[in-house]
């Protein structure tokens, strides 16, 4: 074998292929022997990582939308209102779980506080028979 640059074990093959390089369209290899994406398949990937993305943040939307009683299918569902009409339920949720300690305080009830917390979500798909774990 000669040592010219178009031998296979000329030091000018030892690199990557380029896409522009004759037949290295589908054969493009990294240093590792593995084969490189093309761009088209990158474009592919992150489309349907994106797409897998929006899904998930929509199906978490929509559950909020299921928690917040205010949030009927009637009205707007736009994120900032979704996440207004959030903040306020969870600031009435709060302020009617301080209400209740304060009651039960003045009626002699001792209350411990490590014991105190409040899962919004956990009693929302308690109350409607829904189980979070497998999404039913």
Known sequence: MSGSPSSPTSPANDRPQT???AGASDMVV?????????EEE??????????KR???????F???CAIVPELDSSMSRSEAHVIVMSHTYIKELKARRRALVEFLRSKGVEIDESK???DVATLDYTENNVHPENGT
């Open 19 to 21: 896409p522009g390089e």
């Open 30 to 38: 990294n240093a590792n022997g593995k084969r490189r994406l093309t």
């Open 42 to 51: 990158k474009r592919e990937n992150h489309t349907r990582s994106e797409h």
């Open 54 to 60: 929006r899904e998930t943040i929509r199906g978490h």
């Open 62 to 64: 929509e559950r909020i």
């Open 116 to 118: 105190l917390s409040l």
